[in-house]
Protein backbone atom coordinates (compact mmCIF):
# COMPACT_ATOMS: atom_id res chain seq x y z
CA UNK A 1 0.00 0.00 0.00
CA UNK A 2 1.41 3.59 -0.74
CA UNK A 3 2.22 5.06 2.39
CA UNK A 4 0.55 8.47 2.99
CA UNK A 5 4.17 9.99 3.75
CA UNK A 6 7.47 9.01 2.77
CA UNK A 7 9.81 10.58 3.72
CA UNK A 8 13.43 9.64 3.53
CA UNK A 9 16.91 11.08 5.10
CA UNK A 10 15.14 14.13 5.37
CA UNK A 11 17.97 16.86 7.19
CA UNK A 12 17.50 20.61 7.45
CA UNK A 13 20.83 22.27 8.41
CA UNK A 14 20.77 26.21 9.24
CA UNK A 15 23.80 27.89 10.10
CA UNK A 16 24.39 26.96 13.82
CA UNK A 17 22.04 24.27 14.31
CA UNK A 18 21.02 20.83 12.46
CA UNK A 19 17.06 21.12 12.92
CA UNK A 20 16.59 17.55 11.15
CA UNK A 21 18.73 15.22 10.92
CA UNK A 22 18.47 12.55 8.53
CA UNK A 23 14.62 11.65 9.62
CA UNK A 24 12.85 8.91 8.11
CA UNK A 25 8.95 8.55 8.22
CA UNK A 26 6.96 5.82 6.32
CA UNK A 27 3.25 6.55 7.76
CA UNK A 28 0.46 4.37 6.19
CA UNK A 29 -3.18 5.15 5.50
CA UNK A 30 -5.86 5.19 8.20
CA UNK A 31 -3.15 5.91 11.26
CA UNK A 32 -2.67 8.82 13.60
CA UNK A 33 0.57 9.54 13.93
CA UNK A 34 2.46 11.86 16.49
CA UNK A 35 5.72 13.44 16.02
CA UNK A 36 6.47 13.63 19.84
CA UNK A 37 9.58 15.60 21.28
CA UNK A 38 10.50 18.25 23.48
CA UNK A 39 10.73 22.01 22.83
CA UNK A 40 13.66 22.66 20.05
CA UNK A 41 13.58 19.06 18.83
CA UNK A 42 12.92 19.66 15.32
CA UNK A 43 9.24 18.58 14.90
CA UNK A 44 8.33 22.32 13.75
CA UNK A 45 10.80 22.11 10.96
CA UNK A 46 9.69 18.37 10.13
CA UNK A 47 6.30 19.07 9.75
CA UNK A 48 6.95 22.06 7.58
CA UNK A 49 9.07 20.27 5.21
CA UNK A 50 6.38 17.29 4.93
CA UNK A 51 4.27 20.59 3.43
CA UNK A 52 6.81 21.82 1.00
CA UNK A 53 6.84 25.02 3.24
CA UNK A 54 11.01 24.64 3.97
CA UNK A 55 13.23 23.22 1.65
CA UNK A 56 15.09 20.05 2.79
CA UNK A 57 19.05 20.69 2.90
CA UNK A 58 18.79 16.81 1.83
CA UNK A 59 16.23 13.92 1.46
CA UNK A 60 13.20 13.79 0.16
CA UNK A 61 9.02 13.89 1.26
CA UNK A 62 6.20 12.33 -1.03
CA UNK A 63 2.91 12.90 0.12
CA UNK A 64 -0.08 10.56 -1.14
CA UNK A 65 2.74 8.90 -3.59
CA UNK A 66 3.23 12.25 -4.77
CA UNK A 67 6.79 14.11 -4.35
CA UNK A 68 7.06 17.33 -2.28
CA UNK A 69 8.25 20.25 -3.94
CA UNK A 70 8.11 23.85 -2.76
CA UNK A 71 5.95 25.72 -5.03
CA UNK A 72 3.91 22.70 -6.68
CA UNK A 73 0.60 21.83 -6.28
CA UNK A 74 -0.09 18.46 -5.72
CA UNK A 75 -1.26 16.68 -3.60
CA UNK A 76 -2.42 19.68 -1.56
CA UNK A 77 -6.23 19.25 -2.30
CA UNK A 78 -6.24 15.89 -0.54
CA UNK A 79 -4.25 17.48 2.17
CA UNK A 80 -5.42 19.81 5.19
CA UNK A 81 -3.15 21.26 7.48
CA UNK A 82 -2.39 23.76 10.66
CA UNK A 83 0.92 25.16 11.18
CA UNK A 84 1.76 26.73 14.52
CA UNK A 85 0.36 30.52 15.43
CA UNK A 86 -2.71 29.80 12.41
CA UNK A 87 -3.04 32.91 10.59
CA UNK A 88 -6.43 34.68 9.97
CA UNK A 89 -7.34 37.80 8.58
CA UNK A 90 -7.82 40.10 12.25
CA UNK A 91 -10.54 42.19 10.48
CA UNK A 92 -12.65 39.21 9.01
CA UNK A 93 -15.37 37.74 10.80
CA UNK A 94 -14.97 33.63 12.07
CA UNK A 95 -17.38 32.58 9.07
CA UNK A 96 -16.12 35.16 6.62
CA UNK A 97 -12.16 33.86 7.15
CA UNK A 98 -13.71 30.21 6.25
CA UNK A 99 -15.74 31.73 3.28
CA UNK A 100 -12.41 33.03 1.91
CA UNK A 101 -10.55 30.12 2.77
CA UNK A 102 -13.40 28.18 0.72
CA UNK A 103 -13.28 30.30 -2.02
CA UNK A 104 -9.87 30.08 -2.45
CA UNK A 105 -9.68 25.72 -1.93
CA UNK A 106 -12.61 26.32 -5.07
CA UNK A 107 -15.35 25.22 -2.87
CA UNK A 108 -18.62 26.77 -3.91
CA UNK A 109 -21.86 27.12 -1.79
CA UNK A 110 -22.16 27.93 2.06
CA UNK A 111 -23.11 24.21 3.12
CA UNK A 112 -19.03 23.98 3.21
CA UNK A 113 -18.25 26.33 5.90
CA UNK A 114 -21.23 25.66 8.01
CA UNK A 115 -20.64 22.54 8.52
CA UNK A 116 -17.31 22.78 9.76
CA UNK A 117 -18.35 26.06 11.95
CA UNK A 118 -20.54 23.23 14.15
CA UNK A 119 -18.10 20.53 13.71
CA UNK A 120 -15.30 22.68 15.90
CA UNK A 121 -18.25 24.30 18.18
CA UNK A 122 -17.78 27.67 16.64
CA UNK A 123 -21.50 28.75 16.27
CA UNK A 124 -21.21 30.85 19.19
CA UNK A 125 -18.23 33.09 17.54
CA UNK A 126 -19.03 32.65 14.02
CA UNK A 127 -19.68 36.53 14.01
CA UNK A 128 -16.31 37.25 15.70
CA UNK A 129 -13.86 39.41 14.22
CA UNK A 130 -11.14 36.89 14.07
CA UNK A 131 -8.18 39.13 15.43
CA UNK A 132 -10.12 39.22 18.95
CA UNK A 133 -10.82 35.58 19.39
CA UNK A 134 -8.22 33.49 21.93
CA UNK A 135 -5.72 31.93 21.49
CA UNK A 136 -7.76 28.31 22.07
CA UNK A 137 -10.83 29.57 19.25
CA UNK A 138 -7.80 30.63 16.87
CA UNK A 139 -6.73 27.42 16.95
CA UNK A 140 -9.96 25.92 16.19
CA UNK A 141 -10.70 28.25 13.35
CA UNK A 142 -7.28 27.25 12.33
CA UNK A 143 -8.45 23.44 12.09
CA UNK A 144 -11.55 24.45 10.58
CA UNK A 145 -9.85 25.56 7.35
CA UNK A 146 -8.19 22.63 7.47
CA UNK A 147 -11.30 20.31 7.37
CA UNK A 148 -13.14 22.89 4.95
CA UNK A 149 -12.25 20.75 1.99
CA UNK A 150 -12.55 17.20 3.83
CA UNK A 151 -8.97 15.98 3.22
CA UNK A 152 -7.88 12.35 3.36
CA UNK A 153 -4.67 12.77 5.10
CA UNK A 154 -4.33 16.15 8.08
CA UNK A 155 -0.96 17.43 9.15
CA UNK A 156 -0.76 19.40 12.20
CA UNK A 157 1.61 21.03 14.05
CA UNK A 158 0.96 20.97 17.90
CA UNK A 159 -3.18 21.16 17.05
CA UNK A 160 -3.88 21.40 21.07
CA UNK A 161 -1.93 24.71 21.53
CA UNK A 162 -3.79 27.03 23.37
CA UNK A 163 -6.30 24.98 24.24
CA UNK A 164 -7.79 24.58 27.59
CA UNK A 165 -8.32 20.40 29.03
CA UNK A 166 -11.81 20.40 27.84
CA UNK A 167 -10.68 21.80 24.37
CA UNK A 168 -7.85 19.51 23.94
CA UNK A 169 -10.51 16.57 24.57
CA UNK A 170 -12.87 18.14 21.81
CA UNK A 171 -10.06 17.94 19.52
CA UNK A 172 -9.12 14.30 20.38
CA UNK A 173 -13.12 13.29 19.62
CA UNK A 174 -12.57 15.10 17.05
CA UNK A 175 -9.78 13.23 14.97
CA UNK A 176 -10.48 10.23 16.50
CA UNK A 177 -13.85 10.40 14.39
CA UNK A 178 -12.29 11.49 11.35
CA UNK A 179 -10.37 8.60 11.49
CA UNK A 180 -12.48 5.95 12.27
CA UNK A 181 -15.35 7.29 10.76
CA UNK A 182 -13.72 9.10 7.25
CA UNK A 183 -10.57 6.87 6.98
CA UNK A 184 -8.87 10.23 7.57
CA UNK A 185 -5.06 9.72 7.88
CA UNK A 186 -3.30 11.98 10.68
CA UNK A 187 -0.14 13.31 11.30
CA UNK A 188 0.43 15.82 13.95
CA UNK A 189 3.16 17.10 16.51
CA UNK A 190 3.17 17.77 19.85
CA UNK A 191 5.10 18.23 23.02
CA UNK A 192 2.42 16.85 25.50
CA UNK A 193 3.02 13.13 26.61
CA UNK A 194 -0.05 11.94 28.05
CA UNK A 195 -2.03 13.68 25.32
CA UNK A 196 -0.69 11.65 22.63
CA UNK A 197 -0.80 8.35 24.24
CA UNK A 198 -4.31 8.63 24.13
CA UNK A 199 -4.95 9.94 20.50
CA UNK A 200 -2.30 8.29 18.23
CA UNK A 201 -1.82 4.90 17.21
CA UNK A 202 2.09 5.19 16.91
CA UNK A 203 4.22 7.57 18.15
CA UNK A 204 7.72 8.73 16.47
CA UNK A 205 10.02 10.12 19.16
CA UNK A 206 12.26 12.79 17.58
CA UNK A 207 14.96 14.19 19.88
CA UNK A 208 17.91 16.86 18.68
CA UNK A 209 16.61 16.24 15.38
CA UNK A 210 16.76 12.47 14.73
CA UNK A 211 13.65 9.83 15.29
CA UNK A 212 15.32 8.18 18.67
CA UNK A 213 12.11 5.86 18.88
CA UNK A 214 8.73 4.50 17.15
CA UNK A 215 6.09 2.73 19.45
CA UNK A 216 2.77 2.25 18.85
CA UNK A 217 0.37 2.45 20.67
CA UNK A 218 0.38 -1.54 22.33
CA UNK A 219 4.26 -0.98 22.71
CA UNK A 220 3.69 2.21 25.11
CA UNK A 221 0.40 0.32 27.21
CA UNK A 222 3.28 -2.67 27.39
CA UNK A 223 6.06 -0.24 28.66
CA UNK A 224 4.12 1.48 31.21
CA UNK A 225 2.68 -1.67 32.99
CA UNK A 226 4.98 -2.97 36.16
CA UNK A 227 7.61 -4.60 35.96
CA UNK A 228 9.54 -6.81 38.85
CA UNK A 229 13.03 -4.83 38.29
CA UNK A 230 15.80 -7.42 39.23
CA UNK A 231 19.81 -7.06 39.86
CA UNK A 232 22.16 -9.83 40.60
CA UNK A 233 25.92 -9.98 40.47
CA UNK A 234 25.78 -12.50 37.98
CA UNK A 235 22.84 -11.08 35.70
CA UNK A 236 23.59 -13.38 32.75
CA UNK A 237 22.65 -16.69 35.31
CA UNK A 238 19.99 -14.81 36.94
CA UNK A 239 18.58 -14.35 33.56
CA UNK A 240 18.89 -18.28 32.55
CA UNK A 241 17.81 -19.19 36.38
CA UNK A 242 14.41 -17.12 35.47
CA UNK A 243 13.86 -18.28 32.07
CA UNK A 244 14.15 -22.38 33.81
CA UNK A 245 11.43 -21.30 36.17
CA UNK A 246 8.94 -20.38 33.68
CA UNK A 247 9.78 -16.19 33.91
CA UNK A 248 10.44 -14.15 31.03
CA UNK A 249 13.62 -12.01 31.82
CA UNK A 250 14.27 -8.95 29.51
CA UNK A 251 17.13 -7.13 29.93
CA UNK A 252 16.61 -3.59 30.14
CA UNK A 253 18.60 -0.75 28.59
CA UNK A 254 19.88 -0.19 32.14
CA UNK A 255 21.25 -3.49 32.35
CA UNK A 256 18.84 -4.66 35.02
CA UNK A 257 16.25 -7.45 34.15
CA UNK A 258 12.79 -7.07 34.11
CA UNK A 259 10.03 -9.55 34.36
CA UNK A 260 6.50 -8.54 33.63
CA UNK A 261 4.93 -11.70 34.18
CA UNK A 262 1.66 -11.57 36.34
CA UNK A 263 3.21 -14.37 38.44
CA UNK A 264 6.69 -12.13 39.29
CA UNK A 265 4.99 -8.89 39.84
CA UNK A 266 2.23 -11.28 42.27
CA UNK A 267 5.11 -12.78 44.07
CA UNK A 268 8.11 -11.27 44.19
CA UNK A 269 9.25 -13.32 47.27
CA UNK A 270 8.70 -16.52 44.12
CA UNK A 271 11.75 -14.96 41.88
CA UNK A 272 13.68 -14.47 44.84
CA UNK A 273 13.91 -18.06 45.70
CA UNK A 274 14.54 -18.93 42.52
CA UNK A 275 17.75 -16.78 42.03
CA UNK A 276 18.95 -17.82 45.57
CA UNK A 277 18.00 -21.61 44.68
CA UNK A 278 20.17 -21.06 41.47
CA UNK A 279 23.10 -19.56 43.38
CA UNK A 280 22.81 -15.91 42.26
CA UNK A 281 20.88 -13.77 44.76
CA UNK A 282 19.30 -11.03 43.98
CA UNK A 283 20.95 -7.28 45.35
CA UNK A 284 17.96 -5.32 44.37
CA UNK A 285 14.02 -6.67 43.48
CA UNK A 286 11.62 -4.18 43.23
CA UNK A 287 8.37 -3.19 41.52
CA UNK A 288 8.55 -0.47 39.09
CA UNK A 289 6.54 1.55 36.75
CA UNK A 290 7.05 4.22 34.59
CA UNK A 291 4.39 7.11 34.54
CA UNK A 292 4.65 8.59 30.76
CA UNK A 293 7.18 11.48 31.72
CA UNK A 294 9.55 8.72 33.22
CA UNK A 295 9.38 6.64 30.28
CA UNK A 296 9.87 9.42 28.29
CA UNK A 297 13.05 11.21 29.70
CA UNK A 298 14.31 7.23 29.03
CA UNK A 299 13.67 7.12 26.06
CA UNK A 300 15.43 10.71 25.25
CA UNK A 301 18.17 9.23 27.45
CA UNK A 302 19.37 6.52 26.16
N1 LIG B 1 14.53 29.39 10.52
C1 LIG B 1 15.40 28.93 11.41
N2 LIG B 1 16.66 29.40 11.47
C2 LIG B 1 17.56 28.95 12.37
N3 LIG B 1 17.29 27.97 13.26
C3 LIG B 1 16.06 27.43 13.25
C4 LIG B 1 15.04 27.88 12.34
N4 LIG B 1 13.91 27.16 12.58
C5 LIG B 1 14.21 26.33 13.59
N5 LIG B 1 15.47 26.47 14.00
C6 LIG B 1 16.16 25.73 15.07
O1 LIG B 1 16.02 24.35 14.79
C7 LIG B 1 15.77 23.58 15.97
C8 LIG B 1 14.44 22.83 15.84
O2 LIG B 1 13.37 23.76 15.84
P1 LIG B 1 11.84 23.36 15.65
O3 LIG B 1 11.05 24.61 15.67
O4 LIG B 1 11.71 22.48 14.45
O5 LIG B 1 11.58 22.50 16.95
P2 LIG B 1 10.19 22.09 17.62
O6 LIG B 1 10.36 20.68 18.06
O7 LIG B 1 9.08 22.39 16.71
O8 LIG B 1 10.14 23.02 18.89
P3 LIG B 1 8.93 23.93 19.45
O9 LIG B 1 7.95 22.99 20.06
O10 LIG B 1 9.63 24.81 20.45
O11 LIG B 1 8.41 24.68 18.25
C9 LIG B 1 15.79 24.60 17.11
O12 LIG B 1 17.08 24.60 17.65
C10 LIG B 1 15.47 25.91 16.43
O13 LIG B 1 16.06 26.99 17.13
Redesign the pocket.
Known sequence: MTPVIHARGLTKR?P??T?VDDLSLRITAGEIYALL?L????????IRMLLGMVRPSSGTVEVLGTQVRPGAHAPWSRVGYLV?TPAAYPELTVRENLAVAARLRGLTGGHHVDEVIERLLLTAYAGRRAGTLSLGNAQRLGLAKALLHKPELLILD?PANGLDPAGVAEIRDLLHELSREHGVSVVL?S?ILSEVARLATRIGVIHG?QLVRELDAGDLATHLRPRLSVSARDQAAAERALSRAGFSPIRTETHDIALRDDRAIAEPDAVATVLVAAGCPPTRLVVEQDDLETFFLRVVES
Open positions: YNVAGNGAGKTTTEESHG
